[in-house]
C-alpha cells in the first residue's frame, strides 16, 4: 500500500472518542469530492459496503452528535449549513 499525502481526503482521520469506525468511514466519503452521483454511490457499497440510502441515515444522525462535530468539524458544519438550507427550500 502506498502512503498517502498529508492532505488526502482518503486519510484516515485520527481515532475520535467514541465514534465508531464506520462512523469514521461515512465522515471520511463526505471529505472527498466525487465527479457525480454514481462514483459516490459505488464507493459507498463498495468501502462501507451499506446502501446509499443507509448511508445518509447514519449521515443525517452524524450530523447531530456533538462527537463528530468534534471529530471533523469543517465537514459536519459544511453539511449542516446544507441540511439547513434544504429544510429552509421547502
Known amino acids: 500500500m502506498t502512503a498517502l499525502p498529508p492532505d488526502s ?4 482521520a485520527p481515532p475520535a ?3 465508531s469506525d464506520r462512523d469514521r468511514a461515512v465522515l471520511a466519503v463526505e471529505r472527498q469530492s466525487w ?3 454514481g462514483a459516490k ?3 459507498i457499497r463498495e468501502r462501507l459496503g451499506i446502501s446509499p440510502t443507509r448511508y445518509y441515515q447514519l449521515l443525517n444522525a452524524l450530523l447531530d452528535d456533538r462527537r463528530a462535530l468534534e471529530a471533523d468539524p469543517v ?3 459544511r453539511l ?3 441540511r439547513e438550507a434544504r429544510r ?3
Request: charge should be positive; aromatic fraction near 0%.
Open 88 to 90: 429552509g427550500r421547502r
Open 17 to 19: 472518542p467514541g465514534l
Open 80 to 82: 449542516r449549513r446544507v
Open 75 to 77: 465537514t459536519v458544519n
Open 41 to 43: 454511490e459505488r464507493a
Open 9 to 12: 481526503p482518503d486519510e484516515p
Open 35 to 37: 465527479a457525480g452521483p
